[in-house]
């Protein structure tokens, strides 16, 4: 079977090629584009009907039959058809990822238990051929995407003259098949990305390079109050309560240089109402354009927190201050106290400077140093600590009570301290001063 020929014939099948591969590259809906190769294939073979068929690579069958010039009953016969061996000249090219050509259904041992498929439609011939994807990677075998099919009423295989046809078609269905799986998985990226954004818990803004708002996520609608058509291309003047254009161009410039920016601001809602906000802005390029990213992050309940956490470090300071009281750590490795200003006080140092073993040992009264030394070598041993002591100051003697723990042990080693020391002098001098009653009036008894 020869393919016509023909100046006229083969400029109008090279016209419709053409037009064939705009379709593709304008995104033309799949079956429009296989149609048309259909009827490329038979305006080039005459007597011929095409069939094309998508591979599901999960269920291993063929699916979505495209037969234009048989019968819509001959496309659903074949619909669901498994690959295997010997399934037919399709279900067989699809299964091998070669081409099939039977030149007569009824000898043909692949199609034992298919002929009743093609003997409604008298067909006698089958050449099909699996639709690879054009896409090679290294040692990654090529995946079979569907089949293309010629069906014919008499018995025979392609001729020379037929195989340029067909490895046209086949090129060209290959390529459709590949663009529209291509563009299925981008719109598939582009959907769980857009799912995932809008699912965020922070607010996410794209702005081009000049500030201008050009997309918004879900959060960031709803934490402003505001719909998508009354952001999209508003400045942040719109909902930043501190923005500025002077502001803007300092952070413009900053972002320009290829920064990536975090600072705390305030959005206000349309409403009127504002509410903190930390923001990181960052640039990036994309289709050689630039834009910032930002990621707007509430800060409402970070805020009450800090607040309440504010109110308790100031109580618990003030407790400590009237208790006389300071809460410490002593870090073994660099020798050094870090806690409130009490214990400073309380060891006559200045605030200024840090406070050290040493500076401890300094003041000790020269009675309880020995007994002070041998429990704090105990303690950096594991060793509980909680000692009374005296420590000589300017203004005379002070009591101290000091308890602490190892809350940090490193290789068998404590290396920090925690604890607490207390002025306990007035307790100590009211005790002395009860002792010193107490041996008063024992001497008036014993005198009366």
Not at 186 to 204: A, H, K
Not at 281 to 308: C, N, T
Not at 376 to 402: C, N
Not at 440 to 447: C, I, K, N, Q, S
Request: glycine share 8%.
């Amino acid at each position: 079977m020869n393919a016509p020929g023909g100046d006229s014939t083969a400029e109008l099948a090279r016209q419709r090629e053409h037009r064939i591969l705009e379709d593709i590259a304008s995104d033309v809906p799949l079956r429009e584009v296989l149609t048309a190769v259909a009827a490329l294939v038979e305006f080039r073979l005459p007597g011929s009907f095409c069939a094309l068929h998508l591979v599901d690579p999960v269920r291993q069958v063929l699916t979505d039959p495209l037969c234009p010039s048989l019968p819509p009953e001959f496309g659903a016969s074949t619909n669901g058809l498994p690959l295997g061996p010997r399934v037919g000249s399709c279900g067989t090219a699809a299964y091998l990822g070669v081409p099939v050509l039977t030149g007569d259904i009824e000898t043909d041992p692949i199609w034992e238990g298919y002929r009743q498929y093609v003997h409604p439609y008298e067909l006698r011939a089958c050449w099909s051929y699996p639709l690879l994807s054009p896409t090679r990677q290294a040692d990654i075998p090529r995946s079979v995407l569907g089949t293309l099919a010629v069906y014919r009423r008499d018995v025979g295989v392609p001729d020379a003259a037929s195989q340029p046809v067909l490895s046209g078609a086949i090129r060209l269905a290959s390529l459709a098949l590949e663009h529209a799986r291509t563009v299925a998985a981008l719109q598939e990226s582009e959907e769980r990305y857009r799912t995932i954004v809008d699912n965020s818990s922070d607010g996410i803004f794209v702005h081009d390079r000049l500030g201008v708002v050009v997309d918004a996520n879900r959060r960031a609608l709803e934490s402003l109050g505001l719909t998508r058509q009354e952001l999209i291309g508003q400045s942040p003047m719109l909902f930043d309560a501190d923005f500025t254009p002077t502001f803007g161009e300092r952070l413009i410039g900053h972002l320009s240089g290829g920064q990536s920016l975090t600072f705390e601001t305030r959005h206000r809602r349309k409403d009127g109402s504002v509410f903190p906000v930390e923001l990181h802005i960052s640039p990036f390029e994309m289709a050689g354009e630039i834009y910032h990213l930002s990621i707007a992050r509430d800060i409402s309940e970070r805020r009450k927190v800090e607040a309440s956490l504010g109110r308790v470090a100031h109580m618990l300071r003030r407790a400590q201050s009237i208790a006389r009281m300071a809460a410490w750590t002593y870090d073994v490795t660099t020798d050094a106290f870090r806690g409130t200003g009490e214990l400073a006080e309380q060891l006559g140092a200045s605030s200024d400077h840090p406070v050290s073993a040493t500076v401890l040992a300094q003041v000790l009264h020269p009675d309880d140093r020995d007994r002070v030394v041998t429990a704090w070598r105990a303690a950096l041993t594991g060793a509980p600590y909680a000692i009374e002591y005296r420590v000589v100051l300017a203004d005379g003697v002070h009591w101290l009570y000091a308890t602490a723990t190892a809350d940090e042990v490193f290789e068998g080693r404590v290396t920090r301290l925690s604890g607490v020391t207390q002025d306990i002098t007035a307790r100590r001098r009211l005790e002395e001063q009860v002792q010193q009653s107490q041996k008063m009036e024992a001497v008036g008894r014993l005198a009366g």
